[in-house]
């Protein structure tokens, strides 16, 4: 058997130093990417507001669409998530607080109609993603061939042979410290080899969500040019949790339970611009970018390994703190009425999520952080969103609205997950999600100053999920992410 009591050693060293890090490309894209939230209004037209403006939620996208208000505005939002069957004795449901503002319309009284006619204040909460999601696959394509315990054995061979710590990962699967797993065989010419599986189960859950508050200060300039600002302050409770088992040929079962948790904190800055560029005309063209959120972040996670049922060895990692920053996003938009009935919205957004960067809180680039970024070059890539929204009011009190959002993938083809070599990873799968196609509608009623808006989402994806690095011949497991969200907003205009 390999000794492994000194890696065991120099995990524990550097545990205490804080340099153990688990970030890699896939939670890169997980806090970069948002869902489309806010209000109901803003939901059922898809998120296709950036040059109509006129919501509390544009302020998130197009700053400047809250400069078309002329009366000011208080909002508040909730809803009900479904995410499918429950996992991890986890419900597959959640209520959601997703928004609540007030925007304060400032008329500048010029009589003349030309130069600086409002300027607008508001705040408002958001809830930027939600990060309800199940998952309960049986792994296809195992054969008696396949199984993630080489993809371990191979990890312990190259640890063994190049002296260093191989991670936590490593350190409960092989190690001479009283707790050696076996669920690797250890008979083989070359080390450490694995045992082919003849199924594997697996279930996931995770929770939480990305919150953010937006500060908007817009100025309406001769009711033709419209300017904003925001400022955004981010908030991340990121969880899961995560099992998997696998049934070797030799009739051996071995179970691995991961959790792992995400807290942090983050700023960024929007600016945006619409303008009607034929005075005379509704027409709207708006173009907004979005800095980069600087995020504070702070990792945990832990492990637990059984074998046939029987308790191994659990491991708990102490808390490590890190830097995280988003790339830049950039989008322009389109929006013309037809008098006082008609709306109609497109928007197309863009974000390079290769440019997605990790660094230590110091500023201090460890060798660690430049693979990682070097592999989410190499792992993500731009990710283009289109969004369309229609409006139609039979009667001036009544709203009806449909929209619809197309998200590309942001991951190149062949991507998969790499495991650090001096990281506490003990999760070896992956999934390479497809495009989101997400289609809403809705309904508004108006009474005097008040409003209530109902609106439903249904957003559908499709992934590729690998259970662990095995061998180009493996194939993937087809599985959906597929939800739906009906949500209110009840508002007044004063």
Same mark, same amino acid.
């Given at each position: ?6 890696? &065991?050693?120099? #995990? ?79 419900? *597959? ?17 010029? %009589?003349? /109609? ?12 958001? =809830?930027?993603?939600?990060?309800? @999601? ?55 010419? +070359? *080390? ?8 594997? +189960? ?17 100025? $309406? ?78 990792? /945990? ?5 059984? &074998?046939?049922?029987? %308790?191994?060895?659990?491991?708990? $990692? ?12 950039? *989008?322009?938009? &389109? !929006? ?13 957004? @863009? ?15 460890? %060798? ?8 989410? =070059? ?8 289109? =969004? ?35 990281? %506490? ?11 989101? $196609? ?10 005097? *100053? ?12 499709? #992934? ?17 992410? $597929? ?7 009840? !508002?007044?205009?004063?």
């Amino acid at each position: 058997m390999k000794v492994f009591s000194k890696y &065991l050693l120099l #995990g524990a060293l550097a545990s205490a130093t804080g340099t153990l890090y688990a970030q890699d490309s896939y939670d890169a894209q997980t806090f970069t990417n948002s869902d489309l939230n806010g209000t109901a209004r803003f939901v059922a037209m898809g998120g296709a507001l950036g040059a109509l403006g006129g919501d509390i939620s544009v302020m998130g996208t197009n700053p400047a669409g809250t400069a078309m208000y002329r009366k000011s505005d208080a909002a508040v939002s909730v809803s009900e998530l479904f995410g499918g069957k429950g996992a991890m004795d986890h419900d *597959g449901h959640r209520f959601s607080f997703d928004q609540g503002g007030i925007l304060v319309a400032f008329d500048m009284d010029n %009589p003349t /109609s030309k130069g600086l006619q409002f300027v607008n204040f508001g705040v408002n909460y958001q =809830k930027r993603r939600n990060y309800l @999601f199940n998952q309960i696959t049986d792994v296809q394509h195992l054969n008696n061939t396949f199984s993630q315990t080489f993809q371990i054995a191979d990890l312990c061979n190259q640890a063994y042979e190049n002296d260093y710590w191989a991670g936590m990962l490593v350190d409960m699967s092989a190690s001479d410290e009283g707790f050696h797993a076996g669920i690797l065989d250890e008979s083989g010419e +070359y *080390g450490y080899e694995g045992i082919p599986a003849q199924k594997a +189960y697996y279930e996931r859950s995770t929770y939480g969500a990305n919150v953010q508050a937006d500060v908007n200060l817009s100025f $309406n300039v001769n009711d033709q040019f419209f300017i904003g600002a925001s400022i955004g302050v981010y908030d991340i409770n990121y969880e899961r949790e995560s099992f998997y088992q696998e049934l070797g040929i030799d009739g051996n079962a071995y179970d691995f339970t991961n959790w792992y948790k995400t807290t942090g904190d983050g700023f960024d800055v929007k600016l945006g611009f619409i303008c009607r560029p034929i005075e005379d005309s509704p027409f709207r063209i708006g173009v907004y970018a979005h800095t980069p959120i600087w995020y504070r972040m702070t990792d /945990s996670n832990g492990a637990s390994l059984y &074998l046939n049922d029987e %308790p191994l060895v659990s491991s708990r $990692n102490d808390e490590y703190d890190y830097k995280f920053r988003t790339p830049w996003k950039f *989008g322009v938009s &389109l !929006g013309h009425t037809v008098g006082n009935n008609f709306a109609i919205g497109a928007e197309y957004e @863009f974000q390079d999520l290769s440019a997605a960067h990790y660094s230590e809180r110091d500023n201090y680039s460890l %060798p660690y952080f430049r693979n990682i970024n070097r592999i989410t =070059k190499q792992t993500l890539k731009g990710q283009h969103t289109i =969004k369309v929204g229609v409006e139609y009011k039979p009667i001036e009190s009544l709203s009806l609205r449909v929209g619809y959002n197309h998200v590309t993938s942001p991951f190149k083809d062949g991507a998969y997950r790499t495991i650090g070599y001096d990281g %506490p990873y003990t999760e070896t799968d992956w999934t390479n999600w497809g495009a989101i $196609n997400r289609f809403t509608a809705g309904v508004g009623y108006r009474y005097k *100053g008040g409003y209530f808006d109902l609106a439903y989402q249904y957003q559908a994806q499709k #992934g590729d999920f690998y259970a662990f690095d095995n061998d180009v011949d493996f194939k993937s497991t087809k599985i959906d992410n $597929n939800r739906s969200q009906i949500m209110a907003t009840l !508002g007044f205009r004063f």
